[in-house]
T-cell receptor
Framework: ETGVTQTPRHLVMGMTNKKSLKCEQH?????MYWYKQSAKKPLELMFV???????ENNSVPSRFSPECPNSSHLFLHLHTLQPEDSALYLC????????????FGQGTRLTVV | SQELEQSPQSLIVQEGKNLTINCTSS?????LYWYKQKYGEGLIFLMM?????EEKSHEKITAKLDEKKQQSSLHITASQPSHAGIYLC???????????FGTGTRLTIIP
């Protein structure tokens, strides 16, 4: 248990569906991240939020829409996804600033059919 | 382009043997992180190295960062089944806490 909780753990959705992934941390961290992990590829940083402000968008398609209502919660809203978007989506949090250890959630296994 | 290279990509080791995993960057690293991941699950932090020449140990795992801060090695002594998993090195290359990761090394321990 790392203190970062992701829900749901598994999600199957059709290409026309709209769903959201949720991430929650009560570690007092002020930076939160979304990563995508596909088979045979490195972990890809998608979004970074510092103090609720988005500071990084790594050329992510607009069908992925992040939301950070407060420093403890992070969402990833999904709509009109493609089968190639099937992956493990990992949330992480840390103290802002270099050299800070990132704590990861267990991930959401997303399958787009 | 792939900025962090890990080798080997996979490793099968007999229980009790020692092993080493390497992580190489083409750029100087502000911070080098080692994580372990059970298949399909989140990452567990192992250790972080910042200073050139730094070495840290935790139980039977030792990690080193070379003097130029461009290569790190993770060494496991007397491996056990509990060491099995995917080992990922992550780097904070710009000192702005944006971690990027290598492709990982899948470690299998056989009895």
């Amino acid at each position: 248990e790392t203190g970062v909780t992701q829900t749901p753990r598994h999600l199957v959705m059709g290409m026309t569906n709209k769903k959201s992934l949720k991430c929650e941390q009560h570690l007092g961290h002020n930076a939160m991240y979304w990563y995508k992990q596909s088979a045979k590829k490195p972990l890809e940083l998608m979004f970074v939020y510092n103090f609720k402000e988005q500071t990084e968008n790594n050329s992510v398609p607009s069908r992925f829409s992040p939301e950070c209502p407060n420093s403890s919660h992070l969402f990833l809203h999904l709509h009109t996804l493609q089968p190639e978007d099937s992956a493990l989506y990992l949330c992480a949090s840390s103290q802002a600033g270099p050299g800070a250890e990132a704590f990861f959630g267990q991930g959401t296994r997303l399958t787009v059919v | 382009s792939q900025e962090l290279e890990q080798s080997p990509q996979s490793l099968i080791v007999q229980e009790g043997k020692n092993l080493t995993i390497n992580c190489t960057s083409s750029k100087t690293l502000y911070g080098l992180y080692w994580y372990k991941q059970k298949y399909g699950e989140g990452l567990i932090f192992l250790m972080m190295l910042q200073k050139g020449g730094e070495e840290k140990s935790h139980e039977k795992i030792t990690a080193k960062l070379d003097e130029k801060k461009q290569q790190s090695s993770l060494h496991i002594t007397a491996s056990q089944p509990s060491h099995a998993g995917i080992y990922l090195c992550g780097a904070d290359k710009a000192g702005n806490e944006k971690l990027t990761f290598g492709t990982g090394t899948r470690l299998t321990i056989i009895p």
